[in-house]
Structure formats: structure tokens, C-alpha cells
């Protein structure tokens, strides 16, 4: 029972779209080959979003995935459970992140030139489809009712190992389990660190974190605006990282922060609701994010007083 995975690292070579993937599989088993396919990808997740779908029907990817494979399959939908508001706040960061920013020309311009601006938590928060989250997980439950679907659950939050625990269930649930399924996850994750990368890379820098400032610079006229957005940004975040000072930040109100612990812990026992003494350790995790700067951004005018940032700006004009 060999593993193939099916992903930007170890992509089969086949097209990229679920039917061709059916009758790829179909061939593999037509001649003796009996395969596990694991499809693990970030973009699947976002892709069963779909905006498209109606609001009162499951994301069409989903269903044509379900629809498609789970008559001639075992299919096993592992839902990773994270929490709300660190989905948001990865969205989020994600969302505006250097990387993606660069491809978008609204993102390049500055906010008095027609630019978009970057929404603070609490608007982003507001703005974000959240009821997508809830239908997808109901879709995903809805599926598991059918006779070759099964559904687990892996609480990020409380396995350390992601990926070997990941794979212990998938090959857990398969009627013909996979002989020794330690040696082959040991021998997947190796492959996989081979070709992951644990350094930090561009997506891990946002214009969440310091184009409040960049903007208001050039407001002010500390900065012309022929210096790209995205370009200021990067300096004004390299800047930052080589000081320590203490920050001044704006932080939503307490109304706003209860409304984010409370859409997160519908969402939490929507999944667990038969584990109701975890709610506490869930509470404690939220009080120490939202006593922390994450719901937060950087008081630009603030900023702006400092003398050395005044400085530094200078030496862009």
C-alpha cells in the first residue's frame, strides 16, 4: 500500500481537476494497484469555500469531491480543528501578506492615491465570512453519514505532532489498514522535510503590522509618495525588527473581544461538544491572546512622534 501524495511538494502527474484525479485512481486499482491517496493542501481548504456556492448548500467543491469518490472509495475527512480567532488572524496576515501583496496593484498604491486600505482586526473580523467556517464544518458532518465516509477530528491544539498524527488516523480508519504504519509515516515525514522549509520567507512579513505607518508618513509628507507601499513597508518593518522598544498600540474594546470568544467557542462545540472541560483551558488560551498585542495594531501617530523613526524616514526622502 504505497502512499501518494497529492500536493504542491509531491504532485502526481495528472491534471488538476477531481475527475481526472478519479480515473488516475481508477487505472492504479484497475491493474492490482491498491493506493492510499492523501490529499493535504491549504488551498483545498480555501477552495471549499467556495464565494460561488449558495449560502443554504454546501461549497461545490466539496460536494463534487464527496460525490465523486465516496461510491468507489473509503473516504476519510479529517477536519483539522483550529481556533476561530487564529484562523481570522492567519487569514488575515496571510491575506496581506509581502508575497501576495505584490500581485495585487490596489495593495502597491498608497490610500490617498486610490489604494485599498488594510482593515484593523476588529473590521476584518466583522467583514469575514464566518458562517462559511460553520457550513463547511455541517457539510463535512453531513458527509459523514454516508456509508464510506468517515469523519475525524485532530484538535491542532492538543497533538503535537501534527503529521504522524494525521496519518495514525487516516491509516486507523482504512478497512485494510496499511502493514506498519509507523515505519511509513517515519519514511513520509522524512520526505517531507526534505522538502519543507523551516526557514522564514516572505509570507511570514504582513502589511498588517506597519502600513498604518507607512501610510500616515506619507501623509504627512515625512515620505514622498513615489516610494512604492510595499517597499516602504519593508523597510519600516526591518527598521523595527532591530529595535526593542515598548510600542503603543490601539486594542479593540472589551465588547468586540467578548464577541470573538463567543463565535469561538460556538465553533469549538459545534466539534466538541461532548468535552465541555476543555472550554475552560479554551478560555484561558483566548484571555492570554487578547491580553497580547494580536487583536491590536501600532498607533501611527504615536509612532510618528519618535525621533529616530523621523530620522530613519529622512534618509528614504
Known sequence: ??????????????????????????????????????????????????????SDSCPRIFEGIIKSFQDDFEVVIVYAYRHLWELILSFRRFQFSYSRAAAKPRLNKWIRNGGKVVPNFPTYWKDHPLKKWQSLLECVQAAGKSPNVRVKYLNIHEDQDIFSRFLSIVAGELSNPINGPPAIISQWLEELSKNGSSNQNEADFSMIDYDNIANKAVQLGLVPDTLRRLELNKKIAKYYREKSDDFSYLCPPPGFISTVFNESLAYYQKIFSDEPQHIDKLQKEFVLVSNSSKFCELDANVALEDADLKSFLATLA
Not at 26 to 37: A, M, S, V
Not at 39 to 53: I, K, N, P, Y
Open 1 to 54: 500500500w504505497p502512499w501518494e501524495m497529492i500536493g504542491d511538494e509531491h504532485a502526481l502527474s495528472a491534471p488538476m481537476c477531481w475527475e481526472s484525479y478519479k480515473k488516475y485512481m481508477e487505472l492504479l486499482i484497475e491493474y492490482g494497484n491498491k493506493t492510499t491517496f492523501v490529499f493535504s493542501q491549504e488551498v483545498l481548504s480555501l477552495e471549499m469555500q467556495d464565494v460561488t456556492s449558495p
